[in-house]
C-alpha cells in the first residue's frame, strides 16, 4: 500500500484552529479532521512496513510472508475503492491496534498483532465487493472484522472466499458454517459462529456501532481509575442503549445542531464498559482514547441527557487529539504537575488541556440548553446549574494553561481562543 507524502500532511487554517478553539466546529472544519486523521492511520500502517524492512527477523519467515498477502490485498482493494479501505483504517479499533502493534516486543508479540492486517485488508475488501480469497489467523477462537463482526473459527487459521454477494469462511477443509452478504458496502452475516455489530438508530450515512466484540475495542488494562473492562456482549442489551442513543441525538439536534453535526461526523462506535469494577464499585465512567478518536467509551448513561453531554465531552477529546497530531498544541512533558477542579489527582499538562477543553464544550452546551426551549423548565433549571458549573471550572483553569511555558505558541493561541468564548458564555450565557 503506497503512503504518498502529500496524504501525510493536513494544513490547519488560522480560521478553522480559532472555529474548533471556540469548541464549535464547522463541516469544513470536521472534513479537515476526518482527514487528519486518515493521514495519521496511513503514517502509522506505513511505521509496520518500515519495521519489518529494518529488521526481516523482527518475526518468523512465515508470519513476515502472510504479512505480505495481507499488505498485497489492502493495496490491491485501496486501487479500486480507496473509500472502503478509508473507513475501515479509520475506524477506532484499527487505531488501537496499530498502537499497540507498533509497541510490541519483536518475535511472537509482534507476529500476532501483525497477523491482524489480515482481518483489516478483508473487512476492506468485503466492503468493496468482487472476489478475492485471503487467509487469515484465528485468535482465541475468533476472527474479528473490524467495524463488522466476529466469525467463530476452530482452526489456528481459516479460508475467507469472497465472490460478488457472498463470502465464505473454510477452516481445515470444510466450511466453517456462516456466509457473509455483500450489498452496497454494507456486510452482514447469517448462520453458527457470526456475531456482527449492532447499529444504532437515528444517524444518516455512516451507521454508528455499539462495538460489544472487537478485542482492541478498549485498552488491555482497562478504564479509568476503576480499570473497567468493556462489556462482552452477553452483557450488552441493544434495546436500552438504543433508546439512549436516539434520545441524546433528539435532544443534541433540539437545543444544539451544531453538537449533534458534530457527533453525526465524529463518533464511529460506542463502546459498553462493565458496570461494576473491583470492589464491587459501579462508577460512571466515560472515555476517549488518543489512539482512537472516535470511540465513546462509556457505562450505560441513566438518561438520554447524560449520554448526550457524554457525546459533547468525548467528541472534543478526539476532536483536539486528531489536532494535536496535526498542530502539536504542547510540548511533550508527561510529569502530572497541575491540580484542577474535576479531579483530586495532579494531572499533566496535556490532561488540563484536555478536560478544560471539554468542559468548556459542556459549558456551552448546557447555557445554549437552558436559554433554548427544547427542555422543560424543570430541565432548564437544571441544565443553567450545570452550565455555571463548568463555566466555574473552566475559568479556574485557564490561568494554568496560559501561564505554562508547556504550551506550543500554537497552543497558547488556542487556549486564549477558549478564553475569549468562555467570556463570551459569562457576559451573555443566553446568547452565546
Same mark, same amino acid.
Given at each position: 500500500m503506497t503512503v504518498h507524502p502529500a496524504r501525510e500532511t493536513t494544513a490547519v487554517p488560522a480560521a478553522a484552529l480559532a472555529r474548533l478553539a471556540r469548541t464549535r466546529a464547522e463541516p469544513e472544519d470536521l472534513a479537515l479532521l476526518l482527514r487528519g486523521l486518515h493521514s495519521r492511520r496511513l503514517v502509522l500502517l506505513k511505521s509496520l512496513l518500515t519495521r519489518l524492512d529494518r529488521d526481516?527477523? %523482527?518475526?518468523?519467515?512465515?508470519?513476515? %510472508?502472510?504479512?505480505?498477502?495481507h499488505w498485497r490485498l489492502l493495496e490491491r482493494t485501496e486501487a479500486r475503492h480507496p473509500d472502503a479501505v478509508r473507513d475501515t483504517l479509520d475506524y477506532p479499533a484499527v487505531g488501537n491496534w496499530l498502537a499497540r502493534t507498533l509497541a510490541a516486543e519483536d518475535g511472537p508479540a509482534l507476529a500476532r498483532g501483525l497477523g491482524r492486517l489480515g482481518a483489516v485488508a478483508a473487512a476492506a475488501a468485503l466492503r468493496a465487493g468482487g472476489g478475492f480469497g485471503v487467509?487469515?489467523?484465528?485468535?482465541?477462537?475468533?476472527?474479528?472484522?473490524?467495524?463488522?463482526?466476529? &466469525?467463530? !473459527?476452530?482452526?489456528?487459521?481459516?479460508?475467507?472466499? /469472497?465472490?460478488? +454477494?457472498?463470502?465464505?469462511?473454510? /477452516?481445515?477443509?470444510?466450511?466453517?458454517?456462516?456466509?457473509?452478504?455483500?450489498?452496497?458496502?454494507? !456486510?452482514?452475516?447469517a448462520g453458527p459462529g457470526w456475531r456482527g455489530l449492532r447499529r444504532l438508530p437515528g444517524t444518516a450515512g455512516a451507521a454508528v456501532?455499539?462495538?460489544? &466484540?472487537?478485542?482492541?475495542?478498549?485498552?488491555?488494562?482497562? !478504564?479509568?481509575?476503576? %480499570?473497567?473492562?468493556?462489556? $462482552?456482549? %452477553?452483557?450488552? @442489551?441493544?434495546?436500552?442503549?438504543? +433508546? #439512549?442513543? @436516539?434520545?441524546?441525538?433528539?435532544?443534541? #439536534?433540539?437545543?444544539?445542531p451544531g453538537r449533534a453535526a458534530e457527533a453525526a461526523a465524529l463518533v464511529r462506535c460506542l463502546v459498553p464498559l462493565a458496570r461494576t469494577g473491583p470492589h464491587g464499585h459501579r462508577p460512571k465512567v466515560s472515555a476517549t482514547f488518543r489512539?482512537?478518536?472516535?470511540?465513546?467509551l462509556t457505562t450505560l448513561p441513566d438518561t438520554a441527557a447524560d449520554l448526550a453531554a457524554v457525546l459533547v465531552h468525548e467528541t472534543q477529546h478526539s476532536k483536539l487529539s486528531v489536532l494535536h497530531d496535526l498542530l502539536p498544541l504542547h510540548r511533550p512533558a508527561p510529569a502530572a504537575a497541575y491540580r484542577v477542579p474535576w479531579r483530586s489527582d495532579l494531572r499533566p499538562l496535556a490532561g488540563v488541556l484536555q478536560g478544560a477543553y471539554a468542559h468548556l464544550a459542556l459549558a456551552d452546551f448546557w447555557t445554549r440548553a437552558a436559554a433554548g426551549t427544547a427542555l422543560p423548565p424543570?430541565?432548564?433549571?437544571?441544565?443553567?446549574?450545570?452550565?455555571? *458549573?463548568? #463555566?466555574?471550572?473552566? /475559568?479556574?483553569?485557564? $490561568?494554568?494553561?496560559?501561564?505554562? *511555558?508547556?504550551?506550543?505558541?500554537?497552543?497558547?493561541?488556542?487556549?486564549?481562543?477558549?478564553? !475569549?468564548?468562555?467570556a463570551s458564555l459569562e457576559a451573555a450565557p443566553g446568547d452565546a
Open positions: 526481516p527477523g %523482527a518475526i518468523p519467515a512465515p508470519a513476515r %510472508a502472510l504479512f505480505e498477502r487467509t487469515l489467523p484465528a485468535h482465541d477462537g475468533r476472527i474479528t472484522l473490524p467495524g463488522i463482526g466476529t &466469525l467463530a !473459527v476452530r482452526a489456528p487459521t481459516a479460508r475467507l472466499t /469472497a465472490g460478488a +454477494r457472498t463470502a465464505r469462511l473454510t /477452516a481445515g477443509g470444510h466450511r466453517a458454517g456462516p456466509v457473509l452478504l455483500l450489498a452496497g458496502g454494507r !456486510v452482514t452475516g456501532r455499539l462495538d460489544d &466484540l472487537d478485542p482492541y475495542r478498549a485498552p488491555p488494562e482497562g !478504564v479509568g481509575r476503576a %480499570a473497567l473492562p468493556p462489556a $462482552p456482549r %452477553a452483557e450488552t @442489551r441493544h434495546q436500552p442503549w438504543a +433508546r #439512549r442513543w @436516539r434520545g441524546a441525538l433528539a435532544l443534541l #439536534r433540539a437545543t444544539d489512539a482512537a478518536p472516535g470511540a465513546v424543570a430541565a432548564r433549571g437544571e441544565a443553567r446549574i450545570r452550565g455555571d *458549573s463548568y #463555566r466555574r471550572q473552566v /475559568a479556574a483553569t485557564l $490561568p494554568l494553561l496560559l501561564e505554562s *511555558s508547556e504550551l506550543t505558541t500554537t497552543g497558547q493561541e488556542f487556549t486564549e481562543g477558549m478564553r !475569549v468564548h468562555l
